[in-house]
């Protein structure tokens, strides 16, 4: 059961949201506040474990909640406005929808989180397994390279294998990080350009931009509508999508290959 905690001004959008929750046997609502002063009421009493945060609220905004809020509670955002969107993935927000939610959309939110609290617990194990092998680096070390990366959070640190990198996406000062074995999607204070100078060219290529994709685990790609490209990378692990320019330039890549 997962608890959550909705936070908009608006009434009729939190009627809204809950109507669309009520689909889903594995959710529990725990709290609906109608404003930042409600909101830290519930947290102070209960803190869930997903918060369901509107930006634009009376006296501020969502962000100035954060510090509130949990590292172990994840966070989605919700509002009318697009805007917002790199601002709340900096955050290392699980999601950033967008009014009206549909519900399909919600369902993979939903997912995601559902991924992201079992993931949590590998997660530190990982990183407690990379700090042991720290201290004594090797030839399998150095032929299985790792990196110390820090995450949202400038105190917190985690370990990660190169070879488990799925995809990087800039988001300014920060990067979004799609990792396997398990698959999970982190947030880090680390610029592209630094991920780029600890990753082997070889296998990691810049296909614009924002984005770095680990040519040997690309496992499909499939076309959209629109004529993005949605590039697959197994089983678990959140999907890239490409815009057209991203797809040409990967697609000559993987051509040069023998992917």
């Known amino acids: 059961m997962i608890s959550i905690l909705l936070v908009d001004d ?14 889903f046997p594995e959710v529990e609502i725990t709290g609906v506040a109608e404003s930042l002063a409600e909101a830290r009421a519930c947290l ?21 909640l ?3 809020i949990d590292e172990s509670t994840q966070v989605v955002f919700v509002t009318a406005h697009e805007r917002h969107a790199v601002e709340a993935f900096a955050v290392a927000a699980v999601d950033y929808l967008v009014k009206p939610v549909a519900p399909e959309r919600l369902a993979e939110t939903l997912r995601r ?8 617990a590998a997660a530190h194990k990982d990183e407690a397994a990379g700090e042991i092998e720290a201290e004594a680096v090797d ?25 488990e990198i799925c995809w990087i996406e800039s988001l300014r000062n920060y990067t979004r990080v799609a990792l ?56 678990g692990v959140e999907p890239l999508t490409l815009g057209r320019v991203s797809t040409l330039r990967l697609s000559a890549l993987l051509d040069e290959g023998d992917l």
Do not use: C, Y
Not at 184 to 210: H, I, K, M, Y
């Open 180 to 235: 396997h074995s398990p698959p999970r999607l982190l947030v880090f204070r680390r610029r592209l350009g630094e991920w780029l100078a600890d990753l082997p060219e070889e296998t990691f290529a810049r296909v614009s931009r924002s984005e770095v994709i680990h040519l040997a685990l690309v496992s499909g790609t499939e076309w959209t509508a629109r004529g993005d490209t949605v590039v697959f990378f197994g089983s």
């Open 66 to 68: 954060l510090p509130e």
């Open 44 to 64: 102070a009493a209960r803190m869930p474990e997903v918060v369901f945060l509107d930006v634009e609220m009376p006296g501020g905004t969502a962000f100035s």
């Open 10 to 23: 608006e009434p009729l959008a939190n009627r809204q949201m809950r109507a669309l929750l009520a689909a």
């Open 139 to 163: 030839d399998a070390a150095a032929a299985d390279p790792r990196l110390e990366v820090t995450l949202r959070n400038s105190r917190q640190k985690t370990v990660i294998r190169v070879a």
């Open 113 to 120: 989180l559902t991924a992201s609290s079992g993931d949590n």
